[in-house]
C-alpha cells in the first residue's frame, strides 16, 4: 500500500531536548516536506527535499532541520525544542514536476513542548 | 502563486451534492487549479486538479469557467465521511515548491 509514516504520532517533550521524526514514503517520490499547522495559521511549510541530498527551507524553517539521505527518508530534527514549536506536523510526498502538487501527506505527529 | 477565496463554512445534506466555490480572479494562464481535503487532524488529502477543462475522477469534480477566476469543486453525492475542510489552491505545476494552504472551506454534511 502506498504509503506516508511518520513516527512518532504523538510526543510530549521539555524544551531543550533534542528530538527527531521520522518520515518514511514507498512510492519512490522525488519531492518531500513538512509542514506545520497551528489554529488560525493553516498549514505552512518548514523545508523541503526535491531529492537526495537536496533540501531548502519553506516559510518557517527557524529551529528545525533536516537531512535526505536516501530517497525514501526524510528526518525532521528539531536540536533545541520550545513550546512555540508545540504543533501538528505533517509529512508529505510527490512525484516531481507536473505532478508535484499531488501531495500524498502522513497521518501527522502532534508535538507539545513543555 | 494566486489567491483564493473561499467561503468559510458550508453545510450539506447528506445524499445532495456539495458545491464548493473557489475565486482565484488573479490567475494567469499557466496556473493549475488544485484542490484538497483535510478530515479532522489527518493529513490533507489530494482530491483533483485541473487547468482549463473541467475534470472529473471517482471523488469529484472540477468545474472551471472559461475566464478560468473561479472554479467549483463538486462531491455529486456527500456522504458524512466527506465532512472536512476543503482547499483550493492555485500554483504553477511543477514551479514553486511552497504550496500555500489558505484557510479552506469547512464542510458539514448532516444526516
Known amino acids: 500500500e502506498a504509503q506516508v509514516t511518520q513516527n512518532p504520532r504523538y510526543l510530549i517533550t521539555v524544551t531543550g531536548k533534542k528530538l527527531t521524526v521520522t518520515c518514511s514514503q514507498n512510492?519512490?517520490?522525488?519531492?518531500m516536506s513538512w509542514y506545520r499547522q497551528d489554529p488560525g495559521l493553516g498549514l505552512r511549510q518548514i523545508y523541503y527535499?526535491?531529492?537526495?541530498?537536496?533540501?531548502d527551507k519553506g516559510d518557517v524553517p527557524e529551529g528545525y532541520k533536516v537531512s535526505r539521505k536516501e530517497k525514501r527518508n526524510f528526518p525532521l530534527i528539531l536540536e533545541s525544542p520550545s513550546p512555540n514549536q508545540t504543533s501538528l506536523y505533517f509529512c508529505?510526498?510527490?512525484?516531481?514536476?507536473?505532478?508535484?502538487?499531488?501531495?500524498?501527506f502522513g497521518p501527522g505527529t502532534r508535538l507539545t513542548v513543555t | 502563486d494566486a489567491k483564493t477565496t473561499q467561503p468559510t463554512s458550508m453545510d450539506c445534506a447528506e445524499g445532495r451534492a456539495a458545491n464548493l466555490p473557489c475565486n482565484h480572479s488573479?490567475?494567469?494562464?499557466?496556473?493549475?487549479v488544485y484542490w484538497y481535503r483535510q478530515i479532522h487532524s489527518q493529513g490533507p488529502q489530494y482530491i483533483i486538479h485541473g487547468l482549463k477543462n473541467n475534470e472529473t475522477n471517482e471523488m469529484a469534480s472540477l468545474i472551471i469557467t472559461e475566464d478560468r477566476k473561479s472554479s467549483t469543486l463538486i462531491l455529486p453525492h456527500a456522504t458524512l465521511r466527506d465532512t472536512a475542510v476543503y482547499y483550493c489552491i492555485v500554483t504553477l505545476s511543477g514551479g514553486s515548491y511552497i504550496p500555500t494552504f489558505g484557510r479552506g472551506t469547512s464542510l458539514i454534511v448532516h444526516p
Open positions: 512510492m519512490n517520490h522525488e519531492y
Open positions: 527535499s526535491m531529492n537526495v541530498e537536496v533540501t
Open positions: 508529505a510526498s510527490s512525484q516531481s514536476g507536473r505532478r508535484y502538487y499531488e501531495q500524498y
Open positions: 488573479t490567475i494567469s494562464g499557466n496556473e493549475y
